[in-house]
């Protein structure tokens, strides 16, 4: 059985009251919460809210759930929104209880410190997704946003492969990262006019393009 195979089974089990479905899938993914909140440095107690929280809210949406195969990603998505929340709050409790005459200034650190969160969750949605591909996928990003670039005659000596096939199989790469359940969702959290963006790239001064941002591109990337 496939992991989506298996994710699936679990949701439509715990859909229809299956109790051990459900303590399948919170065992099977309580670490990726946990895991999530410690990237964000939450105290312990804080951790354990955002945990309970996450699930009461998947307890609301699991009948929404379009696709279960994605539950990975919306948990990953979800646990991210409600640690930013979490962090948020601490930082405004913290701005208004030291500065005596801080009425401006909660909101102006509230938008500095979701601008990083943001950062922070862009990056671990990549990260995850990137991390989800195969070993020598890993390896070509890896060599392809090499600071200094890498030469595509020493990625191909490198890796064993043509020349000819690493712009290719760079586009297939890009292609299934936007695929990926956490990146996915993260778009669709962010843009709720409806248009989805992307994980793109930065130009580099040999042509390679480096996927470490967010923006509005085409569906199919631009060759270095």
Same mark, same amino acid.
């Given at each position: 059985m496939s992991n989506d195979q298996l994710v699936t089974g679990l949701v439509t089990q715990a859909r229809n009251g299956d109790r051990q479905a459900w303590d399948a899938m919170v065992e099977r993914y309580a670490p990726l919460i946990w895991s999530i909140c410690r990237r964000?440095?939450?105290?312990?107690?804080?951790?354990?809210?955002?945990?309970?929280s996450v699930w009461l809210?998947?307890?609301? @949406?699991?009948?929404?759930?379009?696709?279960?195969?994605?539950?990975?990603g919306w948990l990953a998505t979800t646990t991210r929104r409600e640690c930013r929340r979490v962090v948020?709050?601490?930082?405004?409790?913290?701005?208004?209880?030291?500065?005596?005459?801080?009425?401006a200034l909660p909101d102006e650190q509230a938008a500095t410190a979701e601008q990083q969160?943001?950062?922070?969750e862009r990056y671990a949605a990549l990260r995850e997704a990137l991390l989800d591909l195969?070993?020598?996928? @890993?390896?070509?990003?890896?060599?392809l946003v090499a600071d200094p670039p890498v030469p595509y005659a020493e990625?191909?000596?490198?890796? %064993?492969?043509?020349? %000819?096939?690493? %712009?290719?199989?760079?586009?297939?790469?890009?292609?299934?990262?936007?695929?990926?359940?956490?990146?996915?969702?993260?778009?669709?959290?962010?843009?709720?006019? %409806?248009?989805?963006?992307?994980?793109?790239?930065?130009?580099?001064?040999?042509?390679?393009r480096s996927p470490a941002r967010y923006d509005d591109v085409p569906a199919d990337p631009v060759d270095g």
């Amino acid at each position: 059985m496939s992991n989506d195979q298996l994710v699936t089974g679990l949701v439509t089990q715990a859909r229809n009251g299956d109790r051990q479905a459900w303590d399948a899938m919170v065992e099977r993914y309580a670490p990726l919460i946990w895991s999530i909140c410690r990237r964000y440095r939450l105290a312990d107690a804080d951790a354990h809210d955002v945990g309970q929280s996450v699930w009461l809210h998947l307890v609301d @949406q699991l009948g929404a759930l379009r696709d279960p195969a994605a539950l990975p990603g919306w948990l990953a998505t979800t646990t991210r929104r409600e640690c930013r929340r979490v962090v948020c709050a601490a930082r405004r409790s913290s701005v208004a209880g030291s500065a005596p005459n801080a009425e401006a200034l909660p909101d102006e650190q509230a938008a500095t410190a979701e601008q990083q969160l943001l950062a922070a969750e862009r990056y671990a949605a990549l990260r995850e997704a990137l991390l989800d591909l195969p070993l020598d996928w @890993q390896r070509l990003i890896a060599l392809l946003v090499a600071d200094p670039p890498v030469p595509y005659a020493e990625i191909s000596a490198r890796l %064993g492969i043509p020349i %000819g096939s690493i %712009g290719p199989t760079r586009r297939r790469c890009l292609d299934k990262l936007r695929q990926h359940p956490a990146i996915t969702a993260l778009n669709n959290a962010e843009r709720p006019d %409806g248009v989805t963006t992307y994980p793109t790239t930065h130009r580099r001064s040999n042509g390679y393009r480096s996927p470490a941002r967010y923006d509005d591109v085409p569906a199919d990337p631009v060759d270095g």
